[in-house]
């Protein structure tokens, strides 16, 4: 069997800054392609409860943006090869100016950024800036978005869009059904290739996702098992290269 294409999300700082490393490590070594790394952020209105608490835990310790881009550089340094997307939320990105913060992101070794409250054709100069470092801005389509306006989107020449794969937050399981295999055909008709996340956290739902989408994502099924396992460090990083392996389906 051909492997499935893989972006992992993970909390830069969660739960601390060396099992963070841990975890990226782990990933990777489970076959991750692409690493999504979320800046934490106190009002993550895309996420659920798993990786919302997590943000916060790490929040709590006085983490901001800067530590999170050093993170990412570590990151990088040891894993040049692997892509990084930067994912975080609009104010974050706006507050220290938009150009200013993508020439950081860069720097830090960011190839992709995907924030999903900027909307794609009201991105505050995000794609603009993203070209000008050398990265990609990585719009989100959702499947409650109006057919004109994902039409619009799909065709206006982004080379990814992250495709939501249900309406709400991320976390909970998502069915892979006829609807969502529709919706994936509706954004990837102008050329874009496709990433599909929002719940997916087994083998068989990412089969059944893997030949309509460039990579599949997953999140929250990480950060719960960072969650229940942090206290034993070698236990969690077992845990979370099996996720993965299992993920990419087994053949790596």
């Given at each position: 069997m051909q492997k499935i294409k893989l972006m992992s999300h993970l909390v830069a700082g969660y739960p601390s800054e060396e099992s963070a490393l841990t975890v990226?490590?782990?990933?990777?070594?489970?076959?991750?392609?692409?690493?999504e790394i979320q800046l934490p952020f106190s009002d993550p209105s895309a996420d659920g409860p798993a990786i919302q608490t997590a943000c916060t835990k790490v929040l709590e310790r006085g983490y901001r943006t800067s530590d999170g881009l050093s993170f990412i550089a570590k990151i990088h340094s040891e894993f040049p090869d692997v892509p990084i997307y930067l994912m975080s939320y609009g104010s974050l990105i706006y507050t220290p100016g938009v150009e200013n913060f993508c020439k950081k992101a860069a720097e830090a070794g960011v190839k992709g950024m995907i924030i999903p409250d900027?909307?794609?054709?009201?991105?505050?100069?995000?794609?603009?800036?993203?070209?000008?470092?050398?990265?990609?801005?990585?719009?989100?389509?959702?499947?409650?978005?109006?057919?004109?306006?994902l039409y619009k989107m799909a065709h206006a020449?982004?080379?990814?869009?992250?495709?939501?794969?249900?309406?709400?937050?991320?976390?909970?399981?998502?069915?892979?059904?006829?609807?969502?295999?529709?919706?994936l055909k509706r954004v990837s008709?102008?050329?874009?290739?496709?990433?599909?996340?929002?719940?997916?956290?087994n083998g068989e739902q990412a089969k059944a996702l893997a030949s309509?989408?460039?990579?599949?994502?997953?999140?929250?099924?990480?950060?719960?098992?960072?969650?229940?396992?942090?206290?034993?460090?070698?236990?969690?990083?077992?845990?979370i290269e099996a996720k993965a392996r299992e993920l990419v389906g087994g053949e790596l």
């Open positions: 990226a490590r782990s990933l990777v070594k489970g076959g991750a392609d692409i690493l900027l909307p794609f054709d009201f991105d505050e100069g995000l794609t603009e800036a993203c070209k000008k470092n050398g990265m990609i801005n990585i719009p989100v389509a959702a499947p409650s978005m109006a057919p004109e306006r020449g982004f080379p990814y869009i992250y495709a939501a794969l249900r309406v709400g937050i991320t976390g909970t399981d998502t069915k892979i059904g006829e609807d969502t295999l529709s919706f008709e102008g050329g874009s290739k496709i990433y599909g996340g929002f719940g997916i956290s309509s989408v460039e990579a599949i994502v997953a999140g929250s099924v990480f950060v719960r098992i960072i969650a229940e396992n942090q206290h034993e460090p070698e236990k969690m990083a077992s845990l």
